[in-house]
């Protein structure tokens, strides 16, 4: 397990702290998988406190503030640890998660095929996603991930609108 290095400032333990989102980049095996069910979790748990006609914007502003917040973050542990791309930063997993779930109700079967298919385009990466990855930094580590929540939200937007009906 990678942790931040023991002269780390506050500032760059923080970092480690959000982009491992709170050490569950450290959890084993399949550290990204673990982020993307807890944001599924934390999700349903939080829809229930907000009033439904919110729902689709707070999701929209979760997804934006995780991507926004997260690249910073992500940028710093890549070069403390000296990864590209370390697997255990997961704020990744969790904004594009995230956004998979914008606009879905939030009803288990929908949560669940937004978890499945957001974690199966994060592994396949179809195209263009693996060149995401090729952006500078936090930059790459995230954009990857949103780009596999876009292929999701579309795939799942288009099932309940036309097949779940």
């Known amino acids: 397990m990678i942790a931040p290095p023991q002269s780390a400032a506050g500032k760059s333990r923080a970092a480690w702290m959000v982009a491992t989102f709170f050490g569950v980049g450290h959890l084993r095996p399949g550290p990204g998988t673990y982020a993307s069910a807890i944001t599924v979790i934390l999700w349903w748990a939080l829809s229930r406190l907000i009033a439904p006609g919110w729902l ?13 917040l997260g690249i910073p973050p992500s940028t710093v542990v890549a070069r403390e640890s000296g ?17 998979a779930l914008i606009a879905v109700p939030v009803v288990w079967k929908y949560l669940l095929a937004g978890f499945i298919l957001f974690r199966g385009f994060d592994i396949i990466k179809p195209f263009p996603l693996r ?27 288009l099932w309940i609108h036309f097949v779940a009906r």
Not at 59 to 68: F, W
Not at 83 to 99: L, N, S, T
Not at 136 to 151: F, K, L, Q
């Open 83 to 99: 990864q590209k791309d370390p697997g255990f930063v997961v704020i990744d997993e969790v904004a594009g998660q995230m956004i």
């Open 56 to 68: 689709v914007p707070a999701a929209v502003m979760a997804s934006v503030a995780v991507t926004l």
């Open 131 to 157: 060149r995401l990855e090729r952006l500078p930094g936090g930059t790459g580590i995230m954009m990857d991930d949103v780009g596999a929540g876009i292929y999701a939200l579309i795939l799942l937007q």
